[in-house]
């Protein structure tokens, strides 16, 4: 008897108990539902935390100034003079690891349009033009300044949203002048919205002019108080860490029972860590929803092994009219495995209709992977073979005689 | 003998799914008339069975030795406990002797393994029960295909064949009925289709009429008496009922693990007659639907 008449065989046999086969069914279609949306939420809340840590830039490192040290009195990271924009255009230069860099000058003052004026709370930043790329934050009007605008201390601003909204109530800023402590700007760019930082603060209410605008018109220093770098790529962040610290403590001829002059924060530490917790929540809610399919499984066997000995006097006749026990075997399995392979389909629609409806109801960023559908699909069949298994070799090793006289 | 030629040519190795000859050919083609010298289709020579329970050994059958010729209708008889169920279930390769040896149609079936004997009581042997054993919930086409479905015939000639089956036991009308739609003397019916769809070399009847009615016997027994008569289906009947071993052409005793008497029926019943005698029943189909 082949495979497919033995399928076909099962099938009739669960057809003829429909209200059971359905319920049976529930435990997996249950259980694989609960993973597909459990997966699905976690998937949604990690891919969120994702494009939230991509807010922060690309693959970011913050390079600061280390803490000045006249007399005995430390001045605090970033307050040391030693880090300036050649070591910048040498990191840009000489690590491989490193996709941009771009200096950064802070700055604070008034700023003053008409008979409007503002002190952005996120200050002025002095940068070089590879800001967007480093921060991931291009313009929404206008262009950003250029290589030619930083190397002749232009005096060039892309304003923040923030500051748009207070300087020019929402008339069209770019073209107009605006004063920066007193001194003209140009007006070139707006930025695009990126809203509050996690700590709250508002990055929209910022001024960006080129570093060398600020360093030599606003403050008349000669050294930067940090870079923003970006790595080439999320694992490559760790490399360039050291790549910095090492070209760094060259070009400041740092001994080596020195301490560095200079600090290298890795974002991508922060942004690995809430993404690691995603992820363990995602483990944690799908190991969760496994214990359903698990108990859906139990549910399998329990509901097949009730069926062979129900079943046991037309086990008795088929064998009896010539079935192998190999046969009654594999048609129980059949069996068993055709219910948790419809029950898992069903589940999955189940578990997509399930997260689809949460995502609109809370608000929850849900995604469905075919990875976690293939996975629950597998992995439901593999319940019903493994939970299947035991029930059908006990139907295959009845003795005809005594099913047949079985009441 | 063209049953004989075909059926004896299949040997174990054959009877894997479908790689023997299963040609159409007309249905239970009329077989020779049995005479007495013809081979035996079943010998059991010096059978012995002997149950263990726990330490109790209950020796079931003393060397049994019996024949049964092609075109035979044999009743078995006996008390219970006399060893008839047992000889039937070792006939029906459902269980093997502890000692002796079982000839079907010349091969030695006492030591073949359980799957062989599967294959064999697939092939070989129709089996009709007291309590019908239908599949619930299954149509009567549906039981009648069973045994070809795991004899690996195709669906054609699966359906083709369960349809000439119930024509021939009378209830062509009635194959896509459920077992509980049909009257019990129809379920024995169907399960007569059933026991002969395969073209076996007996048919053994276990108790056939226990559950039926006295005129629902006769019914089935005229089935029984026509096959064997028509188409020379050799038949093994138990029976505690003597009025029903008549019906029979030869009679074997049973008691106490031994064939107490083994002999001709000197004028076997004629259920046809009987029928025609009978006062006529008016057939109500919707009566029979409950």
């Avoid at chain 1, 930082?197 to 600020?214: E, K, M, R, S």
């Avoid at chain 1, 870079?227 to 080439?232: M, T």
């Avoid at chain 1, 910095?244 to 200079?262: G, M, P, V, Y």
């Avoid at chain 1, 209709?353 to 109801?361: E, L, V």
């Amino acid at each position: 008897m082949n495979l497919f008449l033995t399928f076909r065989v099962a099938l009739r046999a669960l057809a003829r108990n429909k209200m059971r086969s359905i319920l049976t069914m529930l435990g997996i279609i249950i259980g694989v539902g609960a993973v597909i949306a459990m997966v699905g939420i976690g998937q949604g809340a990690s891919a969120s935390i994702q494009s939230q840590i991509a807010n922060l830039g690309n693959n970011m490192l913050i390079v600061m100034a280390g803490s000045a040290n006249t007399q005995g009195m430390r001045g605090g990271a970033g307050s040391n003079n030693t880090l300036t924009a050649d070591d910048v255009d040498a990191i840009q230069r000489e690590c491989p690891s490193v996709q941009a860099a771009t200096p950064t000058v802070r700055a604070n003052g008034q700023l003053v349009f008409g008979n409007q004026n503002w002190a952005p709370s996120s200050g002025i930043s002095g940068v070089n033009e590879k800001f967007p790329l480093v921060k991931a934050w291009p313009v929404a009007a206008g262009e950003f300044f250029t290589e030619a605008d930083v190397r002749t201390a232009n005096r060039v601003a892309v304003l923040g949203k923030t500051i748009v909204d207070n300087l020019f109530a929402g008339g069209d800023p770019i073209g107009q002048m605006i004063r920066v402590r007193n001194l003209p700007f140009k007006v070139v760019a707006v930025l695009s919205v990126k809203g509050q930082n996690q700590y709250g603060q508002d990055q929209d209410d910022t001024v960006l002019i080129p570093y060398t605008t600020a360093q030599k018109k606003l403050l008349t220093i000669t050294w930067v108080n940090a870079a923003n770098v970006s790595a080439i790529s999320a694992k490559a962040t760790f490399s360039a860490q050291k790549e910095i610290t090492d070209l760094l403590r060259q070009r400041h001829k740092l001994a080596s029972n020195q301490e560095d002059d200079f600090f290298v924060r890795n974002l991508s530490d922060v942004a690995e860590a809430a993404d690691q917790s995603s992820k363990i929540m995602t483990n944690l809610l799908a190991s969760i929803a496994g214990v359903s399919l698990l108990v859906g499984g139990i549910g399998i066997m329990n509901i097949m092994l009730v069926s062979v000995t129900e079943r046991t006097r037309e086990i008795g006749i088929r064998m009896a009219i010539g079935a192998r026990s190999k046969v009654i075997r594999r048609q129980f399995l059949i069996e068993s495995v055709t219910l948790s392979l419809v029950g898992g389909v069903i589940g999955v629609l189940f578990g997509i209709a399930a997260a689809i409806t949460i995502s609109k109801m809370l608000q929850w960023n849900t995604l469905i992977s075919p990875l976690s559908v293939i996975i629950a699909v597998v992995f439901s069949v593999l319940v019903g073979v493994g939970f299947g298994y035991y029930p059908a070799h006990k139907a295959a090793a009845l003795d005809p005689i005594d099913a047949l006289r079985y009441e | 003998m063209l049953e004989t030629a075909i059926s004896s040519e299949i040997q174990p190795a054959d009877l894997d799914e479908g790689t023997h000859a299963l040609e159409a050919r007309p249905f239970l083609a009329r077989q020779h008339v049995a005479d007495l010298d013809s081979d035996p289709l079943i010998t059991l020579t010096h059978i012995h069975k002997i149950y263990k329970m726990g330490d109790v050994e209950i020796h079931a059958l003393h060397g049994i030795s019996l024949q049964i010729r092609r075109g035979e209708f044999v009743a078995i008889m006996g008390a219970s406990g006399s060893g008839k169920s047992t000889t039937m279930n070792i006939i029906g390769c459902l269980d093997r002797p502890t000692r002796g040896h079982y000839f079907l149609e010349d091969q030695d079936v006492s030591k073949l393994s359980k799957d062989e004997l599967a294959d064999i009581r697939n092939r070989k042997i129709g089996f009709v029960f007291q309590g019908f054993n239908l599949l619930a919930r299954t149509s009567a086409l549906e039981n009648v295909e069973l045994p070809m479905l795991y004899l690996g015939v195709k669906t054609d000639e699966r359906l083709k064949r369960a349809k000439e089956a119930l024509d021939l036991v009378g209830l062509g009308d009635r194959a896509d009925n459920m077992p509980n739609q049909l009257s019990g003397g129809q379920q024995q019916r169907v399960a007569v289709a059933r026991a002969l769809v395969n073209q076996p070399t007996i048919i053994l009847a276990d108790e056939p009429t226990g559950n039926l009615d006295s005129r629902t016997s006769v019914e089935v027994m005229d089935v029984f008496q026509f096959l064997n008569r028509e188409h020379n289906i050799t038949i093994a009947l138990v029976t505690h009922e003597h009025d029903i071993a008549q019906y029979a052409k030869r009679v074997v005793i049973f008691k106490d693990g031994r064939i107490k008497r083994d002999e001709p029926v000197a004028n076997p019943r004629s259920a046809r007659e009987e029928l025609e005698r009978m006062p006529p029943v008016i057939v109500d189909d919707e009566e029979d639907e409950e």
